[in-house]
T-cell receptor
Framework: GQNIDQPTEMTATEGAIVQINCTYQTSGFNGLFWYQQHAGEAPTFLSYNVLDGLEEKGRFSSFLSRSKGYSYLLLKELQMKDSASYLCAVLDSNYQLIWGAGTKLIIKP | IAGITQAPTSQILAAGRRMTLRCTQDMRHNAMYWYRQDLGLGLRLIHYSNTAGTTGKGEVPDGYSVSRANTDDFPLTLASAVPSQTSVYFC?????????????FGEGSRLTVL
């Protein structure tokens, strides 16, 4: 079966750095996505990785290792507005998105 | 700027009733999707459409039907609602074939079936 694992909840301090991990086992791989979802709102796109390595986009970076089936989302200089759920999703061999359950990130002052 | 519009945003429904969730996009995206989101679970695909006139079943299609008469509209129908269909429903779209596969989501429809 296909599976994506990410921690259920994480807590971090405003101004700090946090790393949210995602491991996956899917039938094929055509890319990995991270989405942000604030409570009561729709998910919004953050990043896409298809090759190994680190993609940096402002305060957010996303890393991929295809051989390990592993990705992480790195958030720097945390702000209160970063409190949200972060969803990891993998595009499988049929180009269907398989979603993780999401990681709820709580930012404390 | 509209993007994707869903209606209704929230609805309480008696079991056994028929319900249609509406979804309209103005981005001329070919591909459209319906997901449900439940606490503790990832987004689960109900039905999808790669282009107008075609539809396909996702991971959890039972009890739901869709149609895609034109590019812009992709309604989701619950023929006879059951309590297990209580969920938040998201419609999404993307440009089919786009390498990044970035999905654009509607604001969601919160459905409660009693």
């Amino acid at each position: 079966g296909q599976n994506i694992d990410q921690p259920t909840e994480m807590t971090a301090t405003e101004g700090a750095i946090v790393q949210i991990n995602c491991t996956y086992q899917t039938s094929g791989f055509n890319g990995l996505f991270w989405y942000q979802q604030h409570a009561g709102e729709a998910p919004t796109f953050l990043s896409y990785n298809v090759l190994d390595g680190l993609e940096e986009k402002g305060r957010f970076s996303s890393f991929l290792s295809r051989s390990k089936g592993y990705s992480y989302l790195l958030l720097k200089e945390l702000q209160m507005k970063d409190s949200a759920s972060y969803l990891c999703a993998v595009l499988d061999s049929n180009y269907q998105l398989i979603w993780g359950a999401g990681t709820k990130l709580i930012i404390k002052p | 700027i509209a993007g994707i519009t869903q209606a209704p945003t929230s609805q309480i429904l008696a079991a056994g009733r028929r319900m249609t969730l509406r979804c309209t996009q103005d981005m001329r995206h070919n591909a459209m999707y319906w997901y449900r989101q439940d606490l503790g679970l990832g987004l689960r695909l109900i039905h999808y459409s790669n282009t107008a006139g075609t539809t396909g079943k996702g991971e959890v299609p039972d009890g739901y039907s869709v149609s895609r008469a034109n590019t812009d509209d992709f309604p989701l129908t619950l023929a006879s609602a059951v309590p297990s269909q209580t969920s938040v429903y998201f419609c999404a779209s993307k440009v089919e074939g786009a390498g990044t596969g970035e999905l654009f989501f509607g604001e969601g429809s919160r459905l409660t079936v009693l």
